[in-house]
């Protein structure tokens, strides 16, 4: 019979392995353990994804967003997308009629969550237009230090940096919030190079030093892992130990959700631990160069740290003025004092905190530790609860105003 006997084509879904930044979003934000990972690569396991696209809006580089029309018989199979350094061109008479033969539901689908990649949460409708994309691990940009300064203190633990990267003629916009990839020199122990690892942006817009085409990274020179155990981080060490005039290959930029609002009254409510501040530090360097303008708006900040010593950018954010920001530390390891976390600042500040959240005009930036994710949302309920509001009511429509944002790891 001619129809059993045409080719059951499929629609496979990939992840393209020259874009991905390994940063586990797909993997977290699949909802049936459909993606996996060696040390080299994320992949969809075949035959077990059920095209649900939850995955395909979290992820901040567009590399879920891939796909090959492929005979069922001859899906690639794991240990084929595991071995990939770049995706396999589309097989020839495997796509017939492209992508306009999905069913329109699939369509829209995919379209809405191509267009919105970086987040599931609209960006605030102000928010300048991100580029994104721009350079990918075949094609990176090259830039060069300008700067690497230590931001922790001489008793602090932990060796935390600002970067400079200048990238001269090239053109690399960003936008704050937005995250870049950086590509280590080097292989692994495979043999093959280094995947890169994502950092975001410190710096403003138009440049750490206004028109000079360059941008600062936040990095915590990483020596051990999760549970304590020493480990040589291989892209915060390369980036920690370059000197000025060294070069850096450099991919993205990344993010379409994490951003700023651009109209004058807009509110910033951000929360941050570690080098999660770095977004924060890019917003409010941002506003802070803009004073003069008496645009409005208020800033207000939870910035959570181990001690003093530990925290990037202590000096200076201690001289803006209380007019500008309103700054609130949490610090975790100060000898003599009790244990304080970023919620912990919140609930103190309850009453202010659900005042500035209930105004419209006010944007929500959570930035660090995933593990302060669910306490800082629980934080938040308690300080509406506390004054008669409903978190749960409100947080679906501040996601659906691209007035809360997340970004933690
Ligand atoms: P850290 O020094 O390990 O921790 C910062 C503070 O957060 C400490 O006071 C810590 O307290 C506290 N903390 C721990 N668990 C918490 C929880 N469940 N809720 C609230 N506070 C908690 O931080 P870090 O090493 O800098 O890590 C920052 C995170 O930001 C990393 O996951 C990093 O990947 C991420 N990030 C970095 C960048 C970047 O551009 N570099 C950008 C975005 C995000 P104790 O440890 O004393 O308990």
Not at 180 to 190: F, K, N, Q, R, S
Request: hydrophobic residues 35%; aromatic residues 8%.
């Amino acid at each position: 019979m001619a129809e059993s006997a045409a080719p059951d084509i499929v629609r496979q879904h990939l992840i393209d392995p020259e874009i991905c930044i390994r940063c586990n979003t797909c993997e977290e934000s699949c909802p049936i353990d459909a993606i996996t990972h060696d040390e080299r690569n994320y992949i969809v396991i075949p035959g077990k994804c059920d095209n649900c696209n939850a995955c395909i809006a979290p992820c901040p580089t567009g590399a879920i967003d891939s796909w090959r029309r492929v005979p069922r018989a001859q899906m690639y199979t794991a240990d084929e997308q595991l071995a990939w350094d770049s995706l396999p061109a589309e097989r020839e008479g495997a796509a017939p009629g492209g992508d306009a033969d999905l069913p329109p539901e699939v369509e829209r689908i995919v379209a809405a969550a191509s267009a919105g990649q970086g987040g599931d949460s609209p960006p605030p409708w102000s928010a300048a237009h991100p580029y994104i994309n721009l350079y990918t691990t075949a094609r990176p940009a090259e830039a060069t230090v300008s700067g690497n300064l230590r931001l922790t203190g001489d008793g602090a633990t932990s060796d935390i940096r600002h970067i400079v990267l200048d990238f001269g003629t090239i053109a690399f916009p960003v936008l704050e919030g937005q995250t870049i990839g950086v590509l280590p020199p080097g292989a692994d122990e495979h043999g093959r190079p280094h995947h890169p690892r994502l950092y975001s942006v410190a710096s403003p817009r138009e440049g750490e030093r206004p028109r000079y085409n360059n941008v600062a990274l936040t990095v915590k020179r990483v020596t051990e892992d999760h549970d304590g155990r020493p480990v040589r981080g291989v892209a915060s060490n390369f980036l920690c130990d370059l000197a000025k005039g060294d070069k850096v290959r450099v991919i993205g930029p990344f993010g379409t959700s994490f951003l700023m609002p651009n109209h004058p009254g807009a509110n910033l409510l951000m929360v941050c631990t570690g080098t999660g501040s770095a977004p924060m530090r890019a917003m409010t360097e941002r506003r802070r160069r803009r004073i003069a303008l008496a645009e409005g708006g208020r800033l207000m900040l939870f910035f959570g740290a181990r001690s003093p010593e530990e925290l990037p950018y202590f000096g200076p954010l201690q001289k803006l003025p209380a007019e500008f920001i309103d700054i609130n530390f949490a610090f975790s390891r100060v000898s003599g004092e009790p244990k304080r976390y970023v919620q912990d600042r919140i609930r103190e500040r309850a009453a202010d905190v659900a005042a500035f959240i209930a105004d419209p005009d006010t944007y929500v930036y959570v930035c660090g530790l995933k593990g302060m994710e669910q306490g800082v949302a629980q934080a938040f309920a308690d300080a509406m609860r506390e004054t008669g509001g409903e978190w749960e009511a409100l947080l679906p429509e501040l996601r659906k105003q691209g007035r809360y944002h997340l970004e933690t790891y």
